[in-house]
């Protein structure tokens, strides 16, 4: 036997789950994400790889807005799982807003694992051009 069976073997008897045996760990990741603001408000973009829309959760309460997400990272049929450090992911991030956003009218939107949200700014906190009079 090489280095490299008796490692593979070693692993799976110490840390590798199988699925069914026992509840896989639940870790929590910190989705990366930009924000980009302008005049109007922010777009932000999550990264939230293997999250589909009924395991996302996008909440604002009290100034603050909430994304978490569970992804589920499926076995190819014919294939038996051999180790797993992260199985079903939960993503949290948590964002303080400030009242200068329109909180009633963001727009979410999830396409390929990638979360845009667009909060609009109030329209009493957009910039706005004051015309002068003269008499």
Same mark, same amino acid.
């Given at each position: ?48 790889? @293997? #999250?589909? %829309? ?5 909440k604002v ?5 909430? &994304? /978490? ?42 396409q390929d @694992? #990638?979360? %845009? ?12 051009? &004051? /015309?002068?009079?003269?008499?």
């Amino acid at each position: 036997m090489d280095d490299r069976t008796q490692v593979a073997e070693r692993d799976q008897k110490a840390v590798a789950r199988r699925e069914g045996d026992q509840p896989a760990r639940r870790t929590t990741l910190t989705p990366a994400v930009d924000v980009f603001e302008d005049s109007q408000g922010i777009t932000l973009w999550a990264d939230l790889p @293997g #999250v589909t %829309k009924d395991k996302l959760d996008v909440k604002v309460h009290d100034g603050n807005l909430y &994304i /978490e997400a569970e992804a589920v990272v499926p076995t190819p049929a014919g294939l038996r799982l051999q180790h797993a450090e992260i199985r079903e992911p939960h993503f949290a991030r948590a964002f303080s807003l400030s009242p200068d956003f329109d909180t009633s009218k963001i727009d979410a939107n999830l396409q390929d @694992g #990638v979360l %845009k949200l667009t909060i609009p700014r109030r329209d009493e906190a957009r910039p706005r051009r &004051i /015309e002068v009079q003269t008499n």
